[in-house]
C-alpha cells in the first residue's frame, strides 16, 4: 500500500530527482543521479526525493530497483493521461509540484526526456539550468556543478544564482548505488481543478528497430578518433571488437564527420564508459571524450604523439600510427 | 499562407576556437563562424514544407553583425526573409537568456504556424534552447524529430528518442528541435539566390526592437554563472611503448591475453 498525501501536504525544501519512467521502465540513469544527489543532500541536511509519473503503479516494471534506492521518498503522480510522455503535462506537473514544494534542487537525467522537460520547466519558471554536469559539490552550503568546457581542457564550476538550483545530469557519469532502506513511497494526489489536457497526443510507437549499443555496460571498449584519418579505417573497429567481444565508441568529432552515429559518442554530451580495458585509436583525449572513460580500469593509447593528453593519462601506450596499428592487429589476431 | 520560424547559430569552425587565457571564455573575434551543423536539418526541413505546403521561412539569429554571411547562406538554401538579433546587451547570455531574445524576437514575429531549430549547437550542445524558449512562450514543444507533415489542421510529428519513434499530433502551433539524422540529402545552395543575397541584408534588431526587459538580458539575465575554472593536470602514469609497429603489435597482443581478453 502507498500512502496518499495531497500536494500541499508534501515536505518542502527537499531535493528532487526525475526519475524517468517510459512505457513502465525505470531509465537507468534515473537511479545514477540519485547517487551524487544522495551525498548533496544529505550535506545540505535535505531529503532526496524521485519524483516519478506515471499511468498506475501496476504499470511500473521495476519498483523493486525503486524500493532499494537511494532516495528517502519515492512520490508518484499517477493519471490515465501520464501514459505517454507529452512534454508540456509533463512540464506542468513538475512545475505543480516545484510551486507547492519549493525545492533547493531539481535535476534530470540528460536523457532526450530530461532535456524535453527540464528546459520547459526552466523557461516557464525562469530558473537557471546547467546542462549535462558530471560534478556536483556544496561549497559554503551552495551546489556547485562542474563540467568540461568547449575547445579546452579545463573544467568550469558553475553555480545557478536562481532556486531551485535546476540541471541535467551526464548519462553514465556516475555509478547507481542501493540503499538498505526502503525510501517512503507517496502517491500525490493533485487538486480537482488541475488540467491533465496537452497539447500533444501520441498516436502511435513503434520500437526502435536498431539494438540498443551497449557501450555504456561494455567491459572492452575500443574506441577511435581523427588520428584514424577516414571513415574506412574507423570502420575497422568494428572487426577488432567482434573478435574482442567488445564495443566500438567514438570522440565527438568523428561522430561529426559521420563516421560514426552519435550514440557512439564518448564524453561530456555522449556515453560515459567503464570498462576493465578501454583502448583508444588515435584520440589524443580532449577533455570532453576523456572526462566520459577516465575511470576505465586499464587504459591503452594509440597515438603518434607522445605528448597527447590519452597518451598520459594512460596505462600503456603505443606510439604510432593509429591505422597501421589497427590493422596489422587485425591480421595477426584474424590468423 | 504558413509562416515558418527557423533559429540558427554561429559555431567556431572546429579547430579554429581560441580561449583567453585570462578569463577563459572564449575568444569570439578570432573565429571562423559557421552555421551550426544541426541547423542545416531545420533548414532543409522548414524549405520542404515550404515546397509542400506553400509558406514563408524567417531565419534569426542572435550575435554580433558576423553572422550575417550565415544568415546569407540561410537565404541562399531558400529561405525568405533574415534577421539578426544583435545588441551588446545580449552577450554573454546563457541558455534562459538566449532563449528570452529569441522567445521575444518570435512572438513579434507571430502569427506562425512551426519554429525549427537544430538539436543541439555544437559548441554549447546543451540542447536546452528549444524546449527553454517554448517554456517562455507556452508554446508545446518537440524535440529530436525526424518528419513534419501536415493533416487537416493538424501537425504531425516523429519523433525519435532513445526507445524508438514516436508519431504525435499537434493541434496548434509549434516549436521542435530536428533530428541531426533527420534528412540523408540536405540541399546545395541555389546559384541564382547566392547572386540575389548579395544585394540584399538582414533586418537588424535590438533589445528595444523586440521590447526586452534589460534585466533579463544577457550577462545579467543569466541565472547560471561561472564561478570557477580549472584545468586537470595530468600526470604520466604509464608505459611508453615506441618502435616498429610490428614489434608492438606484439606487445599489444601480450597485454591483450594478460588481460584475458583474448585467448590463445
Redesign the interface.
Known sequence: MIEKIKLEDLKKENILAFGEI??GKL?PSSLEILTPLKEIAEKLDKSLILVCLADSLESIHDLESLKKSLADEVWFIFHSKLR??K??LY?RVFIEIIKSTNPYGVFFPA???G??????????L???????VNALEIENNQI?MARP??????????????IPVMATISIGAFSPKTSEKTPVFKEVIFPENFSWE???????????KKK?SRLSTAK?VVAGGRGLKNKENFQKLFELAE????EVGATR?VC?EGWV??ERMIG??GVTVKP??YIGFGISGA?QHTAGMENSE???AINTD?EA?L???????????AK??LD??LK??KR | MEKIIVCIKGV?K?GT?K?DPET?T?KRESMELILN?NDRPALEMAIRLKEKYGAEITVISMGPSNIIPLLKQAYALGIDQMILLSDRAFAGA???AT?YVL?RAIEKLSPFSIVLMGL?S?????????????????L?????IKELKKEDDKW?AIR?????????????S?LASVS??AFDYLRPPSLKRLIEVKEKEPLIWTASDIQAEPE?LGLKG???????????K??????????E??E??E???E??KE?E??KI
Not at chain 1, 126 to 132: Q, R
Not at chain 2, 160 to 172: D, K, L, P, R, T
Request: charged residues 25%.
Open positions: 517510459y512505457q531509465h505517454d510522455f512534454d508540456d512540464a536523457t532526450l526526456i532535456v524535453s522537460i527540464a528546459p520547459r520547466i526552466a523557461g516557464v525562469n530558473l537557471g539550468l546547467c546542462a549535462h556547485i568546457t568547449y575547445g579546452e581542457n579545463i573544467i568550469a564550476k558553475l553555480t545557478s544564482k536562481t496537452s497539447a500533444l497526443k501520441v498516436r502511435s510507437f513503434r520500437s526502435s540498443p572492452v573478435i574482442l567481444k567488445a568529432p561529426y552515429e552519435e561530456v554530451s576493465k580495458v577533455l586499464f587504459i591503452i607522445k593528453p597518451v598520459k593519462m594512460a596505462h600503456l601506450s603505443l606510439i604510432g600510427d597501421k596499428i596489422l592487429l595477426k589476431l | 567556431p572546429p576556437v580561449v577563459h572564449l551543423p546563457d541558455t534562459l532563449s522567445a543541439k555544437i559548441d554549447g550542445e546543451t540542447a536546452q534552447v528549444p524546449s527553454e524558449t517554448a517554456g517562455l512562450l507556452g508545446p514543444s518537440l524535440i529530436n504531425i525519435e528518442n532513445e526507445y524508438g519513434e514516436e508519431e504525435i499530433e499537434v493541434e496548434s509549434l541531426p539524422q533579463k543569466s541565472p547560471t554563472q561561472v564561478v570557477d575554472v580549472f584545468e586537470k595530468l600526470e604520466m602514469k604509464g608505459t611508453i611503448l615506441e618502435g609497429p610490428q608492438l603489435v606487445k599489444f597482443i597485454v591483450l588481460k581478453i583474448i
